[in-house]
């Protein structure tokens, strides 16, 4: 657990206690407090920065004003917490076995783990998997260092790659495009880094490239842009349209100029990332949290938590979602008239 979660756990906790006592003080009974968990990713990446902004939209603490008083318009008496953690992989076994509460994670890990296909082929199917909302659009990100000399996927052979931690959507679809151009694990000297070490090994000159997934800017990489001369790397041609078709949860995409400092921009791939949660949590819950997601006052906070909240809107909730969404986000964009 990172020191944001710690002290939204102890914040939380305190103004539980205030009041408790505040209430308990006049005879009125206390308001429950539930915790409600959001597995993320690392604290380098997008998942993290939003996780917290969202977590900060759905909570409402006991003691805290109304929504209509002008205080927080999330579910009353729920502490929601943004959990660093590996990645999507991690966070869909960590909904399967009650760790986690909820999680973020990419479209193409999603499907896996419900039909227990690709990377999880052979495992038994996720089926207690369920969507509450599709965030933003996901790029694949290919950074090398301009010394390097790589200007495409095959030149990755003989050289140093961080494909990420084990657990992760990154480290997965790594290896999807390494296959695509013919490459494997054994044809490049592999590191499992995630970003913010990554990024200090190519600034150090001890790795050559590595690879990130995840909504455009990337702190870690807007650091490392502007301190290395780095390039973004094109995830293109017919190799790659080869692995969309029979990949579907792939899409071709690009990284405009300009979002990294001095950094041309480049084609690649995108997947969506997800907020998925499981059947264990109940309907009348997930409604709330749906509901609250999706509060004209989160709004402001999704602008301001991270460049792709901007990008995060009801309109788009139910695009590329490959697994049956929870009863209770369903009731909530019936009733919002998303779904007929």
């Known amino acids: 657990m990172g020191l944001f979660t710690t002290l939204m756990a102890r914040t939380a906790k305190a103004a539980a206690v205030g009041a408790a006592l505040m209430i308990g003080a006049s005879g009125v009974q206390a308001q429950e407090m539930n915790f409600f968990s959001i597995g993320t990713g690392g604290t380098g990446g997008t998942y ?18 109304a929504c209509d008083e002008g205080g927080s318009c999330g579910v009353p008496g729920l502490v929601a917490i943004a959990q660093s953690s590996r990645g999507s992989v991690a966070n869909v076994n960590g909904i399967k076995s009650g760790i986690l509460s909820s999680g973020f994670s990419q479209s193409d890990v999603a499907y896996w783990a419900y039909s227990g296909t690709g990377t999880f082929e052979g495992q038994e199917p996720m089926q207690e998997l369920r969507a509450i909302a599709a965030l933003y659009p996901e ?3 290919l950074v090398a260092s301009k010394e390097s000399g790589i200007a495409s996927v095959a030149d990755l052979k003989g050289k140093r790659v961080s494909l990420d931690e084990p657990g992760s959507g990154t480290y997965v679809d790594a290896q999807l495009i390494l296959a695509a151009f013919g490459l494997s694990e054994e044809d490049i000297t592999v590191e499992n880094l995630k970003p913010g070490p990554a990024s200090d090994a190519i600034r150090n000159g001890q790795l050559d490239a590595l690879f990130f997934v995840g909504g455009y800017p990337a702190g870690t990489l807007v650091e490392l842009a502007s301190s290395a001369e780095v390039v973004l790397v094109p995830i293109s041609g017919p190799e790659v349209d080869a692995m969309i078709a029979e990949y579907s949860f ?3 995409d690009t990284i405009p100029d300009g979002v990294y400092q001095d950094v041309p921009g480049t084609d690649t791939v995108a997947v969506g990332a997800q907020w998925l949660t499981s059947t264990n949590q109940t309907d009348d819950l997930i409604y ?4 609250a997601l999706w509060n004209d006052s989160t709004r402001a906070l999704l602008d301001s938590g991270h460049a792709k909240g901007k990008t995060v809107t009801k309109e788009t909730a139910l695009e590329g979602i490959g697994i049956p969404l929870h009863p209770g986000a369903e009731k ?4 919002a008239g998303l779904i007929q």
């Open 250 to 252: 792939f899409s071709m």
């Open 332 to 335: 909530f964009y019936r009733e």
């Open 288 to 291: 709330e949290i749906t509901k």
């Open 139 to 141: 790029h694949i990100h």
């Open 48 to 65: 993290f920065p939003l996780g917290g902004a969202i977590a900060n939209a759905i909570s409402n603490p006991p003691g805290s004003r």
